[in-house]
């Protein structure tokens, strides 16, 4: 079976930073894309950074994003991260994992995607 969970989501201040985690389970990660959405009240979900299969060793970030979020992958324990600095007020929203084993796309739409988290909430506030 296969489990995308997510966490790390809390409450910080405009200007801090979170590391979310992205622990799967039941498939070979190697083999997928991971993609990290966001979704805001009234908000359409959002893709903001996906990491490729180390086999095309691509990443990609939402330009409201760049140069404050950083996507990694750890193997050894079947994880995805996202580090998260100099959060901004209009990053707060429930943030998701996503794993995805084919796309003609780059990066897959959400709708294109295989797997889903739950989803961890993200609070930006002073």
């Known amino acids: 079976q296969v489990q995308l969970v997510e966490s790390g989501g809390d409450l910080v201040q405009p200007g801090g930073s979170l590391r979310l985690q992205c622990a799967v389970s039941g498939l070979a990660l190697d083999y997928y894309t991971i993609g990290w959405f966001r979704q805001a009240p009234g908000k359409e979900r959002e893709g903001v950074s996906f990491t490729s299969s180390p086999l095309h060793g691509r990443t990609y970030y939402t330009d409201s994003v760049k140069g404050r979020f950083t996507i990694s992958r750890e193997k050894s324990n079947n994880t995805v991260y996202l580090q998260m600095n100099s959060l901004k007020p209009e990053d707060p929203a429930v943030y998701y994992c996503?794993?995805?084993?084919?796309?003609?796309?780059?990066?897959?739409?959400?709708?294109?995607?295989?797997?889903w988290g739950k989803g961890t909430p993200v609070t930006v506030s002073s």
């Open positions: 996503a794993a995805n084993r084919y796309s003609q796309a780059w990066p897959p739409p959400s709708w294109g995607m295989d797997y």
